[in-house]
C-alpha cells in the first residue's frame, strides 16, 4: 500500500493523553480537583455538605456571568460593564418599585430591555467604530458606575434599596430568583440551578448550533468568517447582548436573594468574571476557550473563597491566589495556543 | 549560483516531484473509484460538471480599463471541463485584473465573457459562484484555531432537528468533512485537529475541497504555490491534478513556469495588460514559456548586463543570448 505510505507521512499523530490534555478546559478541572482536596483535607466544615452549599452559592452568581464573558473572550471581545450591570439592572427594578410602585414584572421587563439595551448599544458600538472592546466597555462600565451611585442617590436618597419585601407580588419573582430548598442535609438556592443551566445552554450553543461556530470563528479570524459567509456584526453585537442579560439575570438572583440591593453591587466583579473565564481556557485573543471551563474557574474562585475563611486565613489571600491563578492560566493557554496554531 | 539559476533549479525539483505525483495518480484514481463506489457519493447542488473537454468559460478579446489606464486589453483563452488553464505573468502583468474579471469581483469592459456558451457580465462574486465559478485566494477564508469539520462547513454549516433543538449535523460534518478530503487525496486521520496544524499546502488543499464540494464547476487558484516551498508546492499540483481529474476546469494562476507546466492544458500568457498568446500545451516547451515570460528585450539587456560582470564567454551569458535571439526570431 504505497498511497498509505504517503499519506500517512501527513498525518498529525496525537497520544490520547496528549488529546485529552488539549480540551480548553481540563487545566481548570485538574486545579478544581485539587483546590477541592486541598481544603476537604485541611478544614473540617468544607467537605459538608453545608459547607458545599456556601462555596456553590459563591460561585453560582460569579459562574453565571464567567460563562457569559466567556462566550464574548471567544468570539474575541471583553466586556468590562458586565459586574456594574448587575448592580444596575437590580437597582433599576428596586427603585420603580418602592419609589414609583409600579408592578414588579413589569420593572423585571423593563430593567431585562435596559440591559439588553446596554448590550446592544455595546456591540454596535465596538463594531461601528472598529475601536477595542476594552475602551468601548470601559466607558460604559463607568457611566453605569456613575449612574448607579449618583442616580440611586438623587432618586430615593439613598444607597441602597430598603423596603423590598413589602412591594406587592413580591414572593412571585422571589420562588424564581431568591429562593432555596433542603437537599441532602444542605441548603441548595436557586442561583445554583440558573447557573447549571446557563452552561448547559452555553455549552450546547457553542459546540452545537451555527451560532457555536460562527463565535469561533468570528472570534478566531475575522476576516475569514466574513469572506466564507458567517455574519460577523450580528453575531458580536448578540454576544454582547446575551452577557448583559446573564448580568441581568444575576443582577435579578443578588435582588431577590438577599431582598436588596446596594448601589455599588458589581463593581470590581467584572475582572473576576474575565480571570475565571481564563483560567476555564479562554484566550484573550479570542477563537478558543470554553463555557463549560468558565464555570469550572467560578467553581474555583467560590471554594477559594469559603475554602480561606474556614482555614481561618486571613481573606484577603484570596486576590493573591486569584492573581497566581490568572498567570498560571495565561501560560498554559499561550502553551496549547502555539501548540494548536502551529504550522507543521 | 545566480538567482535565476536558483529558480530555474528550484522549479526543476518541483517539476520532478510533479512527475512523480502524476505516476502515482494512476494507482491513486484507482483506489478512489473503489472508495467511491463504496461510499455514496455526497455532492451539494450547482450547476452539473459538463463532459470533459467542453468549455464552461470562453473569453475573447476581452480588455478592462479604469478610465484612461489600461489594465487588461485583448485576452482570448477558455476554460474546459478537465482541463488546467495556467495563466502566467509576472508581477504587474495583469493576472490579478484578469482573474478578479472571472471571479466576478470586477466588469470587464470590452470584450466577450462566455459562460457555457452564453454571454455574462458578472457583477459580483455571488453571481460567479453561482455559476459554479469559485476563487480560492491566497489567504484562504480559514480560521487557524477551528478543527478542520468546522472550517470546512464554515458559513454554510448542514443542521438537523427542529428549532430549539436544531443543531449541527457533526455525524454528517465530521465524515463528508473526511470523504471530500480523502477524494482530494488528504487522508487526514483526525478532522478535529486545528486547521491550523496543518501544513500550508495541506490548508491550500481544504480551501480547494471545499469549493469543489460546494458545487464549484470552475475553480480559480490564485497563487496558491506562491509562499510554499518546493515539497509543498509539489502536494498543491497534486491537488490540481485531482480537482482536473474530478472534470473541473481549473484555473491556476503563477508566476513559476516550472510549476506551470506539469500541470497545465493549456497557456494563457500575460505582460503588460497584452496577452502574448494562448497556446495549447503540444505547441510549447517548458523552455518556450520561460523564456516567453521573462521576455526576449529584457534577456537581450540582462545578458549584456551579465557580460560586463561575468565576462563575454560565460555560459550563462551565451545561454541568455541564445535564448534572447530565438525570441526575436
Not at chain 2, 291 to 320: I, P, Y
Amino acid at each position: 500500500m504505497t498511497t498509505t505510505a504517503v499519506a500517512d507521512e501527513r498525518v498529525v499523530r496525537t497520544s490520547p493523553v496528549a488529546s485529552v490534555m488539549k480540551r480548553p478546559e481540563i487545566g481548570a478541572l485538574l486545579a478544581a480537583v485539587a483546590i477541592f482536596a486541598f481544603f476537604a483535607l485541611t478544614t473540617d466544615t468544607f467537605a459538608t455538605a453545608q459547607g458545599a452549599s456556601t462555596w456553590l452559592d459563591s460561585a453560582s452568581t460569579i459562574g453565571i456571568m464567567a460563562v457569559a464573558v466567556s462566550l464574548l473572550m471567544i468570539g474575541g471581545e471583553f466586556d468590562l460593564s458586565a459586574g456594574a450591570i448587575t448592580g444596575f439592572t437590580g437597582l433599576v427594578v428596586g427603585v420603580l418599585t418602592t419609589e414609583y410602585g409600579l408592578n414588579i414584572w413589569a420593572a423585571i421587563l423593563v430593567s431585562l430591555g435596559l440591559a439588553l439595551g446596554v448590550g446592544f448599544l455595546n456591540g454596535l458600538m465596538v463594531m461601528k467604530t472598529g475601536l477595542p472592546s476594552f475602551i468601548v466597555t470601559l466607558g460604559t462600565f463607568f457611566v453605569l458606575q456613575g449612574i448607579d451611585l449618583a442616580g440611586t442617590k438623587a432618586l430615593i436618597g439613598q444607597v441602597a434599596i430598603q423596603g423590598m419585601r413589602n412591594v406587592p407580588y413580591y414572593d412571585q419573582p422571589q420562588k424564581l430568583f431568591g429562593s432555596s430548598f433542603e437537599l441532602a442535609g444542605g441548603t441548595v438556592v436557586v442561583s445554583i440551578l440558573w447557573w447549571i443551566a446557563v452552561t448547559a445552554v452555553a455549552t450546547w450553543v457553542l459546540l452545537r448550533t451555527r451560532v457555536g461556530n460562527w463565535v469561533f470563528a468570528v472570534g478566531g479570524a475575522k476576516q475569514s468568517a466574513r469572506q466564507v459567509g458567517v455574519p460577523v456584526v450580528g453575531t458580536k453585537i448578540g454576544l454582547f447582548m446575551t452577557t448583559a442579560g446573564c448580568g441581568w439575570l444575576v443582577g435579578m438572583l443578588l435582588l431577590f436573594s438577599s431582598s436588596t440591593v446596594q448601589s455599588n453591587t458589581g463593581v470590581g466583579q467584572e475582572f473576576i468574571y474575565i480571570i475565571c473565564a481564563v483560567v476555564g481556557g479562554c484566550l484573550l485573543t479570542g477563537g478558543y476557550g470554553s463555557a463549560i471551563g468558565a464555570a469550572f474557574g467560578a467553581l474555583i474562585y467560590g471554594m477559594a473563597n469559603q475554602g480561606i475563611v474556614y482555614a481561618g486565613w486571613d481573606n484577603n489571600w484570596l486576590k493573591a491566589f486569584l492573581g497566581a491563578m490568572l498567570l498560571g492560566a495565561v501560560l498554559l493557554n499561550e502553551w496549547v495556543r502555539k501548540r494548536a496554531e502551529e504550522s507543521r | 549560483m545566480s538567482d535565476d539559476e536558483k529558480v530555474s533549479a528550484t522549479g526543476k525539483r518541483i517539476g520532478r516531484v510533479a512527475r512523480e505525483y502524476a505516476t502515482q495518480q494512476a494507482k491513486e484514481a484507482a483506489r478512489r473509484k473503489e472508495q467511491e463506489a463504496a461510499e455514496t457519493p455526497i455532492t451539494a447542488d450547482g450547476p452539473a460538471i459538463p463532459p470533459r473537454g467542453t468549455p464552461i468559460i470562453e473569453v475573447t478579446d476581452i480588455g478592462k480599463s479604469y478610465g484612461r489606464v489600461i489594465a487588461l486589453k485583448d485576452v482570448t483563452t477558455s476554460v474546459k471541463a478537465g482541463e488546467v488553464t495556467c495563466v502566467l505573468g509576472d508581477n504587474g502583468a495583469g493576472k490579478s485584473t484578469f482573474i478578479k474579471i472571472l471571479a466576478g469581483a470586477h466588469q470587464h469592459t470590452e470584450g466577450k465573457f462566455l459562460v457555457d456558451g452564453e454571454e455574462r457580465h458578472l457583477s459580483s462574486p455571488r453571481d460567479a459562484l453561482a455559476l459554479g465559478i469559485a476563487t480560492v485566494y491566497q489567504d484562504l477564508a480559514v480560521v487557524p484555531l477551528m478543527p478542520v469539520w468546522r472550517n470546512f462547513f464554515l458559513g454554510s454549516e448542514p443542521v438537523k432537528g427542529i428549532w430549539p433543538a436544531r443543531r449541527l449535523d457533526v455525524e454528517f460534518m465530521k465524515k463528508t468533512t473526511r470523504s471530500e478530503l480523502l477524494a482530494m487525496g488528504i487522508d487526514l486521520r483526525d478532522v478535529d485537529q486545528p486547521i491550523g496544524t496543518l501544513s500550508g499546502g495541506e490548508r491550500q488543499c481544504v480551501a480547494i475541497a471545499r469549493a469543489v464540494y460546494f458545487g464549484a464547476r470552475v475553480l480559480i487558484l490564485d497563487e496558491p504555490t506562491a509562499a510554499l516551498g518546493v515539497k509543498q508546492s509539489g502536494v498543491v499540483l497534486k491537488y490540481i491534478a485531482k480537482a482536473r481529474d474530478r472534470g473541473l476546469g481549473v484555473v491556476f494562476i503563477t508566476h513559476n513556469p516550472h510549476h506551470a507546466y506539469p500541470v497545465g492544458d493549456r497557456f494563457m500568457l500575460l505582460r503588460r495588460g497584452r496577452s502574448m498568446g494562448d497556446f495549447p500545451k503540444s505547441e510549447l516547451t517548458v523552455q518556450d514559456l520561460t523564456s516567453m515570460m521573462a521576455g526576449g528585450a529584457e534577456l537581450e539587456s540582462l545578458a549584456h548586463e551579465l557580460e560586463r560582470t561575468m565576462g563575454a564567454d560565460s555560459e550563462v551569458v551565451a545561454d541568455l543570448k541564445a535564448e534572447a535571439e530565438a525570441e526575436a526570431r
